[in-house]
């Protein structure tokens, strides 16, 4: 099993590597979720589409990367009730960034 166990070597250390370094798209989206803390207005409720509508992109893009901020504690969410659409998420961008610890899972 000495075999097994430099197997499982070879994979940690591939996938440390691998967490270590973004990928195109993940260091196109920190561009993108930096544009959207400076366009949005801080306080404001956004339902993913109007953001999508503000930043040019598809409603489901906007919604992950806004998920994205709320769990990096930039943004929170909230359901709200949209008449004829049911009950839909509104992201927040925050003023001051909150520690991802104090966000209740």
Same mark, same amino acid.
Request: cysteine-free; aromatic content about 2%.
């Given at each position: +099993?000495?075999?097994?166990? *430099? @197997?499982?070597?070879?994979?940690? !250390?591939?996938?440390?590597? %691998?967490?270590?370094?973004? +990928?195109?798209?993940?260091? /196109?989206? *920190? #561009?993108?979720?930096? *544009?959207?803390? &400076?366009?949005? &207005?801080?306080? !404001?409720?956004?339902?993913?589409? &109007? ?13 992950? @990367?806004?998920?994205?901020?709320? %769990?990096?504690?930039?943004? +929170? ?14 992201? +927040?961008?925050?003023? /001051?960034?909150? /520690? #991802?610890?104090?966000?209740? /899972?």
């Amino acid at each position: +099993t000495s075999k097994a166990k *430099e @197997l499982v070597a070879g994979l940690d !250390k591939r996938n440390a590597q %691998k967490s270590a370094t973004m +990928t195109k798209t993940q260091k /196109e989206n *920190e #561009v993108l979720k930096a *544009e959207m803390v &400076e366009k949005l &207005e801080k306080g !404001k409720g956004y339902l993913a589409v &109007e953001i999508a509508s503000v930043m040019g992109f598809s409603t489901s893009k906007a919604s992950a @990367l806004a998920g994205q901020l709320v %769990k990096s504690g930039k943004a +929170t969410v909230a359901d709200v009730k949209v008449k004829g659409k049911g009950i839909q998420k509104s992201y +927040t961008i925050l003023d /001051e960034p909150i /520690e #991802v610890d104090d966000i209740a /899972e």
